[in-house]
């Protein structure tokens, strides 16, 4: 009697946990295809009562998004925010009521979204998603991913890197390395000269090769000496740099000295510079040129 008593209880443990599997994959499948259908086709239809209990909660903050409407609301900004969109599913799995997800969501930014005008910015995002189901639908999510780099890509938060990017810059100037300089460039990187320098007759120089030819090697052959001093940097929002210097310079042609203040603002674009934008006293430059 002990015996078939014990074989009942491990009879129906296994019965139970087969079952409690069965379900648990049953979930993954149909949470899997619910998202995949969301965001890669673009079917907003799915946030209703078929695949979401009523109060599906999206743990946030400050505040928890609550209810099928607010969810498709929310979530709709990915939609209209971002194309070429392609959400993968890593890895997933579950127990119980309880599904894990690793997934990786990668898009344009060529829309608005949440009120942030369209950058045209590359997109890729890893991320883990933790969900609770009920009854087969899905009741409560919350996200983890690093959404300082999330806002880096978007361009909203600047690449702390940006500022070490631009001295290096600097730095190879200083040396007289020129290639080094036209390296950090993007191949078409927007060059802009002050309003009224003499160099702005070629505004704007596009792409590297302009901005040796338009630029450097023009300041290298009219100058005896061209320096930088007193270079600061500012970070910017928007991956950009602002530097203010002092341009300390000698003209071959009359050898007019030059001592006039300046200021660079660089915008950059996954390390590389794509625009640049001079200010200087051009009235000292042109005074010196014609003195």
Request: negative net charge; glycine residues 8%; aromatic residues 12%.
């Amino acid at each position: 009697m002990k015996k078939l008593t014990s074989l009942f209880i491990l009879t129906s443990t296994l019965l139970f946990i087969s079952c409690d599997q069965y379900n648990i994959n049953k979930d993954i499948e149909s949470y899997t295809a619910t998202w995949d259908e969301i965001v890669n086709n673009e079917n907003l239809e799915l946030f209703n009562e078929d695949n979401f209990t009523s109060d599906v909660t999206f743990i946030m903050s400050p505040d928890n998004l609550v209810g099928i409407e607010a969810a498709k609301e929310y979530y709709s900004n990915f939609i209209s925010g971002f194309s070429n969109k392609e959400f993968t599913i890593i890895s997933v799995f579950g127990q119980g009521d309880k599904i894990v997800k690793h997934w990786k969501f990668k898009g344009n930014h060529t829309g608005d979204f949440f009120g942030i005008p369209a950058t045209g910015n590359l997109v890729e995002l890893y991320g883990t998603t933790l969900v609770k189901m009920k009854g087969g639908k899905i009741a409560e999510e919350e996200d983890f991913f690093d959404n300082h780099s999330f806002l880096q890509q978007l361009g909203i938060v600047s690449n702390p890197e940006n500022t070490g990017i631009i001295q290096g810059v600097y730095d190879s100037f200083s040396k007289g390395d020129i290639p080094s300089v036209l390296g950090a460039l993007d191949a078409n990187v927007i060059w802009n000269e002050a309003e009224n320098n003499a160099y702005a007759d070629g505004n704007p120089y596009i792409g590297p090769d302009a901005v040796l030819k338009g630029v450097f090697q023009r300041v290298g052959s009219e100058h005896e000496y061209f320096k930088l001093a007193d270079i600061q940097l500012h970070e910017m929002s928007n991956n950009q740099v602002l530097a203010t210097m002092r341009y300390q310079a000698k003209l071959n042609k009359n050898g007019a000295i030059i001592n006039a203040q300046a200021a660079h603002l660089w915008t950059l674009k996954s390390g590389k510079v794509i625009a640049f934008q001079q200010y200087v006293d051009t009235k000292q430059l042109d005074d010196a040129i014609n003195k």
